[in-house]
DNA sequence: TCTGGGGTCCTAGGACCC
DNA sequence: TCTGGGGTCCTAGGACCC
């Protein structure tokens, strides 16, 4: 299998090419740009359109931050700052005061997502949805899929995304889909990359562990405490070895991707897991003293999860709640029940339940409500009109021969 | 003045069943 | 008195990714 990864890269304000800027943080939306710029600049009326013409200096800069976000994404001129994503906002305010700061816009991102995605399932059907900004592709059976390596299809993709959306991206092209994703990291942004079975010694081994899709930071500081550093380092261990240090499953598997080798299909189609709403408070809250906010916050959480299961057809009938204290140890509990819901309430008596097993003794920072092991409401639906269809086959009803 | 929100997958122990 | 093995489901925590 031939696999491309590609991820996109967008700046939205051209005025603000070659300066530092990070998006994140708290909860305004871009509105509120355009609404401070027809209060505050009354020359003329400002609407979503005149985005290229706000002027550098009225944008908000990342000193006069203040709140508990973090970064989601930081131009390339910022990043010599050693600012990057997920990085708190404060701490990057420190390093690069003068940065501007926009805050982020999901409805927006969503909507130039299904746009870039529909040009490529459009020349490429074979395409994985890996979230906002990203997408492995099968082009094995694609016409002319390899020419050129596959190169010619990267920049007809390439093309036909920027014709469509305005968007830049890069585009990694490898026998595989592990490769393919650390490929489309060679060239950013905007450019093409094909790593070839024979490369790996050259290009790969090279790379630091952390650059493998699935090793992070844990992982990774216990390669390094066996003084393993390179993908190199990784490849030159015996796989009992790593067996032996990491498990059999993870052990196996980091030899395999030390070694480029990755079976895993591209996946078109999946159904969700789970759906989930959660929020950091402004403050750390206490379940005693701020009973009254953190119940208003609950019930909040809950109808969202709700609206988001009806919204798209799904029921779930593991309910669960997630705590983070202020020393950002994490607690979570769940519960099944034997018939799925999508309805706030009963999501939120059952919450409830879950909360009244966890420890509240120390404050709070962070509460979520989960919903998972979901079906689709229409088949919960279909299965309650057939009859019958949760008896035991030895108790099923008296046939008509024993009458 | 560190550290968001929405996910997936894996592990491991216990309950329970055959 | 000592003590099978499957298998599935549930729960809690944790690593990792975008």
Same mark, same amino acid.
């Given at each position: *299998? &031939?696999?491309?990864?590609?991820?996109? !890269?967008?700046?939205?304000?051209?005025?603000?090419?070659?300066?530092?800027?990070?998006?994140?943080g708290?909860?305004r939306? %871009?509105?509120?740009?355009?609404?401070?710029?027809?209060?505050e /600049?009354? %020359?003329?009326?400002?609407?979503?359109?005149?985005?290229?013409?706000?002027?550098? &200096?009225?944008?908000?800069?990342?000193?006069?931050?203040?709140?508990?976000?973090?970064?989601?994404?930081?131009?390339?001129?910022?990043?010599?700052f050693?600012?990057? #994503?997920? *990085?708190?906002? *404060?701490k990057?305010?420190?390093?690069?005061?003068?940065?501007?700061?926009?805050?982020?816009?999901?409805?927006e991102?969503?909507?130039? =997502?299904?746009?870039?995605?529909a040009?490529?399932?459009?020349?490429?059907?074979?395409? %994985?949805?890996?979230?906002?900004?990203?997408?492995?592709?099968?082009?094995?059976?694609?016409?002319?899929?390899?020419?050129?390596?596959?190169?010619?299809l990267?920049?007809?993709?390439?093309? #036909?995304?920027?014709d469509?959306?305005?968007?830049?991206?890069?585009?990694? $092209?490898?026998?595989?889909?592990?490769l393919?994703k650390?490929a489309?990291?060679f060239?950013?942004?905007a450019?093409?990359s094909?790593? @070839? %079975?024979?490369?790996?010694?050259?290009?790969?081994?090279?790379?630091?562990?952390r650059?493998?899709?699935?090793?992070?930071?844990k992982? +990774?500081?216990?390669?390094?405490?066996?003084?393993?550093?390179?993908?190199? +380092?990784?490849?030159?261990?015996?796989q009992?070895?790593?067996?032996?240090?990491?498990?059999? #499953?993870?052990?196996?598997?980091?030899?395999?991707?030390?070694?480029?080798? +990755?079976a895993?299909?591209?996946?078109?189609? =999946? !159904?969700? $897991?789970? *759906? =989930?709403?959660?929020?950091?408070?402004?403050? +750390?809250?206490?379940?005693?003293?701020?009973?009254?906010?953190?119940? /208003?916050?609950?019930?909040?959480?809950?109808?969202?999860?709700?609206g &988001?299961?009806? @919204?798209?057809?799904?029921?779930?009938k593991?309910?669960?709640?997630?705590?983070?204290y202020?020393?950002?140890?994490?607690?979570?509990?769940?519960?099944?029940?034997?018939?799925?819901?999508?309805?706030?309430?009963?999501?939120?008596?059952?919450?409830?339940?879950?909360?009244?097993?966890?420890?509240?003794?120390?404050?709070? /920072?962070?509460?979520?409500? @989960?919903?998972? #092991?979901?079906?689709?409401?229409?088949?919960?639906?279909?299965?309650?009109?057939?009859?019958?269809?949760?008896?035991?086959?030895?108790?099923?009803a008296?046939?008509?021969?024993?009458?």
């Amino acid at each position: *299998m &031939d696999a491309f990864y590609a991820s996109v !890269e967008w700046l939205r304000y051209p005025q603000l090419k070659g300066l530092p800027m990070v998006i994140g943080g708290g909860r305004r939306k %871009e509105d509120d740009l355009i609404g401070r710029l027809n209060a505050e /600049r009354p %020359e003329r009326t400002w609407t979503a359109a005149d985005l290229a013409d706000i002027p550098v &200096d009225f944008f908000p800069l990342l000193r006069d931050y203040v709140g508990r976000g973090v970064i989601t994404t930081a131009t390339y001129a910022a990043r010599p700052f050693g600012i990057g #994503s997920a *990085m708190g906002l *404060m701490k990057a305010a420190r390093l690069c005061p003068q940065a501007i700061l926009l805050p982020v816009d999901f409805d927006e991102y969503r909507r130039y =997502s299904r746009a870039f995605k529909a040009v490529i399932r459009d020349i490429a059907p074979v395409m %994985e949805d890996r979230g906002v900004d990203e997408v492995y592709i099968d082009f094995t059976d694609v016409p002319g899929g390899q020419r050129e390596s596959g190169r010619v299809l990267a920049r007809l993709i390439q093309k #036909s995304i920027a014709d469509a959306t305005g968007l830049t991206c890069s585009i990694g $092209v490898a026998p595989n889909k592990l490769l393919a994703k650390m490929a489309s990291e060679f060239n950013k942004p905007a450019g093409i990359s094909i790593v @070839r %079975e024979d490369d790996l010694q050259t290009l790969i081994w090279p790379l630091p562990c952390r650059k493998i899709n699935g090793i992070g930071p844990k992982a +990774d500081a216990r390669l390094q405490a066996h003084g393993i550093h390179t993908i190199g +380092d990784l490849a030159a261990r015996d796989q009992a070895w790593l067996v032996a240090h990491f498990g059999r #499953s993870y052990g196996a598997w980091l030899h395999d991707a030390a070694w480029g080798r +990755d079976a895993r299909p591209v996946v078109t189609e =999946s !159904e969700p $897991v789970s *759906m =989930s709403r959660e929020t950091t408070f402004d403050r +750390d809250l206490h379940a005693v003293r701020d009973r009254a906010e953190l119940g /208003r916050i609950f019930t909040r959480l809950c109808e969202q999860v709700a609206g &988001d299961l009806q @919204r798209k057809g799904y029921v779930g009938k593991t309910i669960g709640i997630k705590l983070r204290y202020d020393d950002f140890k994490i607690a979570t509990r769940d519960q099944t029940v034997a018939e799925p819901t999508a309805d706030a309430r009963r999501i939120r008596q059952l919450a409830g339940q879950c909360l009244k097993r966890v420890p509240l003794d120390k404050r709070l /920072r962070l509460l979520g409500v @989960r919903v998972g #092991s979901l079906a689709k409401a229409d088949a919960v639906r279909a299965d309650d009109s057939t009859p019958h269809a949760d008896l035991p086959l030895f108790q099923q009803a008296p046939s008509a021969t024993e009458n």
